[in-house]
Every structure is written in structure tokens, then in C-alpha cells.
């Protein structure tokens, strides 16, 4: 069952740094998997994007609905070169967030703070067309707002590489499939290898990052006030934790999300949620909103 947070109310463990680099896991299950699997993942069309989308708002209203507001915990600092580095940190169900932002203060996180998020009723969202600067579709949400995004760097599509030092337990591979459907962006898997040129190469590490409060890190640093450029990102995935209401595919499907630039979903039911649930696939509106912001070549 899932590990219970006994050792919040006497203080956290101290979790690993999370700039400490694990040892890359098993490779024998990883190593050989291919860039993209378009056979069992092919891109989205404009139509079935539109579908799914439609598919899934009509869903909501039968869908339990979220009662009680959600909480995401954000860290971020402001680099003398005026680059903004962001922590964004993907909790365990029984996490207290004010005891873990306390907890990631005391190790020296900068500008730790908790946002809640009032429940969002199944009203049908809004259906506007979009364009690559808006920062919502329905309940997805950006990054940032205005945009941040990854550079084309001479490519038809930005290409994000999530280089996978992961272990076994978690399929980075299925989640980065999943994210390659979304048009007008390309994400390719890798297994501890980031020598293909002109695109944006980001590391997935795993370790036990000990009684934390948190499953799932994503760190980014981008261009704040100006372009919105995404200039580096690392994701850690904490295998302290054993799930029973969420899955390690959840969160690695979830954290991917992050990288490539969506926010948390306000709608309790998505991949993207700010709290941890059993959804794995990436949804319609996510994909959509993503592929309105690279539908512009940068």
C-alpha cells in the first residue's frame, strides 16, 4: 500500500538533492527502444485532435467530481544572468504541501511557494479557437503565461530528447510515445545517449529521494520577460513511494507534460492534475493547447 507520510508531523527526512545524479538503471529493458514508435503512436490529425477533445468534455459531467482545492508547490529563483530557474513538484496524495515547502526551504530551495486551486465544476470549457501566444485551452494551461517554449533550432518541429537514466519501474519510454502524438512538436526517446544535434536534449532521472512529499520534480530554466525561451529542464522521479491511487506511468506521463510546457490541468480528472490520480493517457485538450504554441516555427 501506499508508503504513509508518518514523518510529517516530526519533519520531513531530508530528501536527496535533486541535483545528485543517480546511476542510470537496468538497461537491458531500455536501451534498444526505438526514438519514436509511430506504428502504435502516430501524430495527431487536426480531426482526431477535435475529436478527442470533444470525446472528453462530453465525459466530464459523469466523471467524480473534485470537492476539496488542490495544491501545487513551486519553487523558483531569478539567476544573475536573467535566466528564471522553476521547480515544480508533483506530491504524494497524504502530502501536507505547507509541511513540504517548509521542508524544501529549510534545504535551501528559494521562493518555495504553495498555490491552491479552488475545484473546478464540469461545465463544458470554453471552445474559442486559439492561438500559438494564449496560455489556456479549456482546462489545460501553459507553462508560463506568456508562453515558454522549446526553440526549432533549424528543425520543421522542435525536437525535445528525453535522455532516460531511469530505472526499470518506470516507462519513461510509453510516456515520451504518448507525447510525440501532439503535432507541430516531436519528442524522442533516448537510453543514457544525447548525441543527436539541433535538438533539445532533456535528462529523466529515478532514485530514492527518500520520505520527500513528492513523486515526481521538474526543473526548467527559461528566458523570463523576454523571449520565453526554454533553455534547459531535468525531470527526477522519487521511487521512495509506492503507488495504490496514482501509477508510475501517471507520473511520468505528468512530469513529460511539464517539460514540454503545460502547467497543471485545472480539471481533476486529467493526466496533468496537480494531484496524482490513475489517468495515463495525455488527453485532448493538453495535446491541443501544446500544438497551438509550436504551431509557429521560433
Known amino acids: 500500500m501506499l508508503v504513509a507520510i ?19 538503471g537496468d538497461p537491458d529493458s531500455k536501451a534498444g527502444n526505438a526514438l519514436v514508435n509511430l506504428a502504435e503512436y502516430p501524430k495527431l490529425t487536426s480531426d482526431q485532435l477535435t475529436a478527442k477533445v470533444a470525446k472528453e468534455r462530453k465525459s466530464r459531467p459523469a466523471a467524480p467530481q473534485e470537492t476539496e482545492p488542490s495544491a501545487e508547490l513551486i519553487s523558483e529563483e531569478i539567476l544573475p544572468d536573467g535566466r528564471l530557474q522553476r521547480s515544480i513538484y508533483t506530491l ?28 473546478t465544476s464540469s461545465a463544458e470549457s470554453d471552445v474559442r479557437p486559439m492561438g500559438p501566444g494564449d496560455c489556456a485551452y479549456g482546462s489545460a494551461r501553459t507553462l508560463t ?97 509506492t503507488p495504490t491511487t496514482w501509477t508510475r506511468n501517471h507520473v511520468v506521463t505528468h512530469e513529460l507534460g511539464h517539460v514540454l510546457g503545460l502547467e497543471h490541468n485545472v480539471w481533476s480528472g486529467d493526466v496533468m492534475h496537480a494531484q496524482q490520480n490513475l489517468r495515463e493517457d495525455i488527453g485532448g485538450e493538453n495535446p491541443a493547447l501544446l500544438a497551438q504554441v509550436y504551431s509557429i516555427d521560433r
Not at 106 to 116: I, L, P
Open 92 to 119: 504524494v496524495p497524504e502530502a501536507n504541501p505547507d509541511e513540504v515547502a517548509e521542508s524544501l526551504r529549510k534545504q535551501g530551495e528559494k521562493n518555495v511557494r504553495v498555490v491552491r486551486h479552488a475545484p
Open 145 to 241: 503565461c506568456p508562453n515558454s517554449w522549446w526553440p526549432n533550432l533549424g528543425r520543421h518541429n522542435p525536437v525535445v530528447l528525453f535522455n532516460d537514466h531511469s530505472s526499470a519501474a518506470w516507462p519513461t519510454t510509453n510516456a515520451v510515445y504518448k507525447w510525440n502524438q501532439t503535432p507541430n512538436i516531436d519528442s524522442w526517446y533516448t537510453w543514457n545517449n544525447c548525441n543527436q544535434i539541433n535538438v533539445s536534449c532533456v535528462n529523466v532521472w529515478s532514485g530514492n529521494y527518500g520520505n520527500s512529499g513528492w513523486a515526481g520534480k521538474t526543473y526548467f530554466t527559461y528566458v523570463w520577460g523576454g523571449t520565453g525561451e526554454m533553455l534547459a529542464s531535468d525531470v527526477h522521479l522519487n521511487e521512495y513511494y
Open 6 to 24: 508518518s514523518a510529517f508531523g516530526a519533519g520531513l527526512i531530508p530528501a536527496s538533492p535533486a541535483v545528485a545524479k543517480p546511476a542510470p
